[in-house]
């Protein structure tokens, strides 16, 4: 990927709107239609919290299991997705750059 932030969020963010998704390792984040996103911006975190249309996370281990975001957070070092009816998935940013890392 580019070193570029913006050109990675870009990258991420049109991956993500795809048919395939983006995918990262067993981690597959995936929107089929546009979202309406509520963006909260603190002094320590971003928070985008999605109320329609919300992207799914499908984690494949043995099994694959879906699942609703409710929100991502943004902090300093890392992230976290917030998905409805399971624990929340923290992520490393450095992980976006490693396609084979295992969530």
Same mark, same amino acid.
């Given at each position: 990927m580019n070193d570029n932030p913006i050109a990675k969020i870009h990258s991420i963010i049109s991956q993500i709107m795809s048919e395939d998704g983006f995918q990262n390792g067993s981690l597959c984040i995936k929107c089929e239609n546009? %979202?309406?996103? *509520? %963006?909260n911006v603190s002094e320590? $975190? *971003? =928070? %985008? *919290? +999605?109320?329609n249309n919300k992207p799914?996370? =499908? *984690?494949?281990k043995f099994v694959t299991l879906s699942f609703d975001i409710s929100a991502i957070v943004l902090g300093q070092?890392?992230?976290m997705i917030i998905v409805d009816k399971f624990p929340d998935v923290? +992520? $490393?940013y450095e992980w976006l750059n490693n $396609?084979?890392?295992d969530a």
């Open positions: 546009n %979202l309406d996103v *509520i %963006l320590h $975190e *971003i =928070k %985008l *919290i +999605f109320n799914v996370v =499908k *984690i494949t070092d890392h992230g923290p +992520f $490393e $396609e084979n890392h």
